[in-house]
C-alpha cells in the first residue's frame, strides 16, 4: 500500500515560518508530480501548488504572494512545502499528493496518492 507521510506541521505564531515535508518509502519519488492542498475548517480543499519531476513549479491562484516556495529532494524521497510569513488565515490542514504527469495538478482528482495531512495552526 502507498503511503505519503507528511510533517512539520503544529502550532506557530503569526510571522513565523514553516517547512512541511512529504515522504513516501513505497513510491519512486522522481517519476511523480507532487502537488500540495490544504483545507481549513468549512471550505473547500485548495490548491497551493505542485513540483514537477525536473524541478519545476506552478502555483496556485491564491498562492502567488511569494509566501510558498516548493522543492523536492529525489534523492531522500522527500518534497517540501515553505511558508513564511504565516497568517492566522493559512490555519488548515495541508496535504501532499503524487501523480503522474498527466492531468491538471490543481485538480485533486489527478492525484493518484494523498498523505493523511498535517494540521498548521497560526496563532496571534
Known amino acids: 500500500q502507498v503511503q505519503l507521510v507528511e510533517s512539520g506541521g503544529g502550532l506557530v505564531q503569526a510571522g513565523d515560518s514553516l517547512r512541511l515535508s512529504c515522504t513516501t518509502s513505497?513510491?519512486?519519488?522522481?517519476?511523480?508530480?507532487v502537488g500540495w492542498f490544504r483545507q481549513a475548517p468549512g471550505k473547500e480543499r485548495e490548491y497551493v501548488g505542485a513540483?514537477?519531476?525536473?524541478?519545476?513549479?506552478?502555483f496556485g491562484k491564491n498562492f502567488v504572494q511569494g509566501r510558498f516556495s516548493f522543492s523536492r529532494d529525489n534523492s531522500k524521497n522527500t518534497a517540501y512545502l515553505d511558508v513564511s510569513s504565516l497568517k492566522t488565515e493559512d490555519t488548515a490542514v495541508y496535504y501532499c499528493a503524487a501523480k503522474t504527469e498527466q492531468g491538471n495538478a490543481a485538480v485533486p482528482s489527478a492525484y493518484l496518492y494523498w498523505g493523511q495531512g498535517t494540521q498548521v495552526t497560526v496563532s496571534t
Open positions: 513505497s513510491l519512486t519519488f522522481s517519476s511523480y508530480v
Open positions: 513540483v514537477f519531476r525536473g524541478g519545476s513549479i506552478t
